[in-house]
């Protein structure tokens, strides 16, 4: 299974950006899906996460701002970003939990991180 994360960029503050994180592989199920960001000098910090069950948990600092869907038939799932702030400025990564035709068990991938940078 891999994960391409796409969408990010350079941004102003208020504006909006969307981020794709396509999963590829020969995928049998993805349960857990979200997104974590990565500021420079700070630790990876959960952004999103939408479980299977259709739940979804969002940090403090982005609820009301940020919205995760997926797309199950395109094993495809997002992240619309709004009203976005200078401190939103990281690597998001998306990671999945997902398992394969070949094994009935769920491992945890990540994509490979894009960047955000909202400044003026």
């Known amino acids: 299974v891999q994960l391409q994360a796409s969408g990010g960029g350079p941004v102003q503050p208020g504006g909006s950006l969307r981020l794709s994180c396509a999963a590829t592989?020969?995928?049998?199920?993805?349960?857990?899906m979200g997104w974590y960001r990565q500021a420079q000098g700070n630790q990876r910090e959960l952004v999103a996460t939408?479980?299977?069950?259709?739940?979804?948990i969002y940090a403090d600092s982005v609820k009301g701002r940020f919205t995760i869907s997926r797309d199950n038939a395109k094993n495809t799932f997002y992240l619309q970003m709004n009203s976005l702030k200078p401190e939103d400025t990281a690597v998001y990564y998306c990671?999945?939990?997902?398992?394969?035709?070949?094994?009935?068990?769920?491992?945890?991938?990540w994509g490979q991180g894009t960047q955000v940078t909202v400044s003026s």
């Open positions: 990671h999945a939990n997902a398992r394969t035709y070949t094994s009935a068990t769920f491992y945890t991938y």
């Open positions: 592989g020969s995928i049998y199920s993805i349960d857990r």
């Open positions: 939408l479980t299977g069950g259709g739940s979804t």
